[in-house]
């Protein structure tokens, strides 16, 4: 049984925290194992709140800084699971995850392994095109001068795959990178991002559907202790949203409810939809990307409307996909939570907007597409590590027909309880 350091998340809780340490660190690379312990540590003395340390250091730079990968070998492939239904949101159907599993060894044998996830137009790319992006990018870091630290390699990475258009695949390298050079240093990523907690709890999604197939599955979700269930809106006509919520909620009577619409109404729709659930005395906790992701006006106006009339938040999430878009929201106070998700920002584009939101007091949500545990995993350890997340959205490896994933994150029906194994721990099969 592995040992936890802490099995209760605090809210306050930032990046790092004493425990975040292990009592020893491998032999292998002990120089660049002591330069990241000594790093690390200061970074995890910060007091509870602080997103930086004494000398305005963001912790989690400090900790990629420290530590300098060498990388052997990278190679990518596809990574094709079925799923147990179709999975239906108001822009795209998905029948099967078609994404990219990416895995990087390094010199001393550390290998770690990351997922490129892809759900067009969600997502800009499909997995061909994430294939062929990621594997050049591994052509790429099989070329690296030896010495570069990971900030560094990471870096490169970016460069090679700028912006939204290639956010996916940058993602699955960016991952496979950090898991090999935290599994060299003996440090499991819940660790490395600051060890506020070793678990998570997440809610489960019900896709666009039939009132009655959404009755069966909220009973069933019940019946297995998920307390918040997301649901997938938009699209269609609102009566056949409306009717689906109320099943919902006759089966779940306790639920708690968020709304996801993926762009899918206008905001006249989204503020209807809000009276009419209010009507049925139904109150969703959150209410996801309601308009379109360039609809900064309807935004403005749905999370505005929504909090005063309904004291409902709003959540960007397409609206989303840059720094860029992270400021604007926090400068036009256009939503008061973000959703976090490595395949639309990569894993640094999200830890600098994760940055910004803490610093102009934004609510975080971390979520993804549709994803294997490769990628939940990564993103699970990085929202344990960290601590402060207010919503918990990682399900999708639930819907899955198959788990080919080895090792990894312990699943006890709505929470994930991470391991003491180096990085995450994890294989594909």
Request: include cysteine; proline fraction near 6%.
């Amino acid at each position: 049984m592995p040992r936890f350091s802490r099995s209760i998340a605090s809210p306050a809780m930032d990046f790092g925290s004493a425990a975040c340490i292990p009592d020893a660190l491998p032999a292998a690379g002990s120089r660049s194992a002591g330069s990241f312990a000594r790093n690390w540590k200061i970074s995890c003395s910060m007091r509870p709140g602080e997103d930086r340390d004494q000398h305005g250091n963001v912790a989690w730079r400090k900790a990629l800084e420290s530590v300098r990968p060498r990388i052997a070998q990278a190679r990518a492939r596809p990574l094709d699971v079925p799923l147990k239904a179709p999975f239906t949101i108001a822009t795209t159907k998905l029948e099967a995850v078609a994404n990219v599993a990416v895995r990087v060894e390094l010199a001393d044998g550390s290998v770690g392994w990351g997922e490129a996830p892809t759900l067009f137009p969600v997502t800009a790319e499909d997995q061909t095109v994430a294939l062929d992006q990621a594997g050049r990018c591994c052509r790429m870091l099989e070329q690296l001068e030896p010495g570069l630290s990971c900030m560094e390699i990471l870096s490169s990475v970016g460069n090679l795959l700028p912006g939204h258009n290639y956010a996916s695949a940058r993602a699955g390298i960016e991952m496979a990178v950090i898991d090999a050079a935290a599994r060299s240093v003996g440090i499991p990523l819940w660790k490395f991002f600051g060890g506020a907690s070793n678990f998570v709890t997440t809610d489960i999604t019900i896709p666009i559907c039939e009132p009655d197939i959404a009755a069966r599955l909220a009973m069933e979700y019940a019946q297995r202790g998920f307390q918040t269930v997301k649901t997938k809106v938009g699209g269609r006509d609102l009566s056949s949203d409306i009717a689906m919520l109320h099943a919902i909620r006759s089966s779940h009577p306790t639920c708690n409810l968020i709304l996801d619409a993926n762009e899918g109404y206008t905001s006249h729709e989204a503020l209807r939809v809000l009276q009419e659930l209010q009507e049925q005395g139904i109150t969703p906790i959150l209410f996801e990307q309601p308009v379109a992701r360039a609809d900064w006006d309807g935004l403005a106006l749905v999370s505005k409307k929504a909090r005063e009339l309904y004291g409902v938040p709003v959540a960007a999430d397409e609206s989303c996909r840059s720094l860029d878009d992270a400021q604007r929201i926090a400068d036009e106070e256009l939503a008061p939570v973000i959703n976090v998700k490595l395949a639309k920002l990569g894993v640094l584009g999200a830890l600098e907007v994760i940055s910004l939101a803490r610093e102009k007091k934004i609510e975080l949500m971390i979520g993804g597409m549709v994803e294997t545990r490769l990628g939940m995993g990564f993103a699970a350890h990085l929202a344990a590590g960290f601590g402060f997340f207010r919503y918990i959205d990682l399900d999708t490896p639930l819907l899955l027909a198959e788990d080919p994933i080895e090792g990894g994150y312990q699943v006890h029906s709505k929470k994930y309880i991470m391991t003491d194994a180096p990085g995450q721990g994890i294989d594909l099969k």
